[in-house]
């Protein structure tokens, strides 16, 4: 059994609530838009495994270091990552055509800014998207998500809410 905490959007800010449920995770999954350098550093320095992919906002700097994608496979469940890519029956072409030939079990993205749990029933996937936990956007609550990949399922889903964007201490 692994403990997953998922984020994203952080846009440079890592507050010390994330931090928290950061250190009780077995792994820590970031989809994208880190925002800075010093940010993926700090997210590098915790002990977990850390799964990380770019967003539209990184720079070169940034994406020289991650990637667009991840592929990976935990406890039996397969997982594609990447920043930009819709939810069911709104997919870009793009990520469309990856999750039609790879089939995942778990498919993820960040971007919209969105907490967002749904069933693709035509794909049989399950989409999360972990909204954004950072202070720059125009989402009103900051959230991630943690979970349980146990024997190729998904268990203990929990979104949790961190407060309003307005109110996150700097």
Request: net charge negative; charged share 25%; glycine share 8%.
């Amino acid at each position: 059994m692994k403990k997953i905490l998922l984020f994203s959007d952080t846009h440079s800010y890592l507050g010390e609530d994330v931090k928290s449920h950061l250190r009780n995770a077995d792994e820590i999954w970031h989809a994208g838009d880190i925002g800075s350098l010093e940010l993926l550093d700090e997210i590098s320095s915790f002990e977990n495994t850390l799964r990380i992919v770019y967003g539209n906002i990184d720079d070169k700097e940034i994406r020289s270091r991650t990637t667009l994608n991840q592929e990976f496979t935990v406890e039996g469940v397969n997982v594609f990552m990447t920043h930009i890519g819709g939810y069911p029956q709104r997919y870009t072409k793009r990520v469309s055509k990856i999750l039609h030939t790879t089939k995942p079990d778990l498919y993820i993205c960040g971007h919209s800014h969105i907490l967002k749990v749904m069933k693709d029933q035509e794909l049989g996937v399950l989409h999360m998207n972990p909204g954004a936990c950072g202070i720059v956007g125009f989402h009103k609550f900051r959230t991630l998500l943690s979970f349980e990949l146990n024997d190729g399922k998904i268990e203990n889903l929990n979104a949790i809410e961190l407060g309003l964007r307005s109110t996150a201490v700097l």
